[in-house]
């Protein structure tokens, strides 16, 4: 399943999800912080528009994959 990164339109949490897209077109997919299922997807690209925790600043990958676990961020980024 593919990763989907969302951010809360209710508290502003920027998270990632892994779920169908099924899942996350039904509105099944809830914010981890606050529980509500009102949230953006956030197409790559987007996240830095977006406003991030200062982790994406540190990703070696401004574009394309992350590297994850051998990466400088730790693949905190969701990229
Ligand atoms: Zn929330």
Same mark, same amino acid.
């Given at each position: 399943?593919?990763?989907?990164?969302?951010?809360?339109?209710?508290? #502003?949490? %920027?998270?990632?999800?892994?779920?169908t897209?099924a899942? %996350?077109?039904? $509105?099944?997919?809830?914010?981890?912080?606050? #529980?509500?299922?009102?949230?953006?997807?956030?197409?790559? $690209?987007?996240?830095?528009?977006?406003?991030?925790?200062?982790?994406?600043? %540190?990703?070696?990958? %401004?574009? #394309?994959?992350?590297?994850?676990?051998? $990466?400088?961020? $730790?693949?905190?980024?969701?990229?």
């Amino acid at each position: 399943m593919p990763f989907y990164t969302f951010v809360c339109n209710s508290c #502003g949490k %920027k998270f990632e999800v892994r779920c169908t897209i099924a899942e %996350k077109d039904s $509105g099944s997919v809830v914010c981890p912080g606050c #529980g509500a299922n009102e949230l953006d997807r956030i197409f790559e $690209g987007f996240s830095v528009i977006m406003g991030n925790s200062g982790c994406e600043s %540190k990703c070696p990958a %401004k574009t #394309g994959g992350c590297p994850s676990q051998s $990466g400088g961020c $730790g693949g905190c980024c969701g990229r």
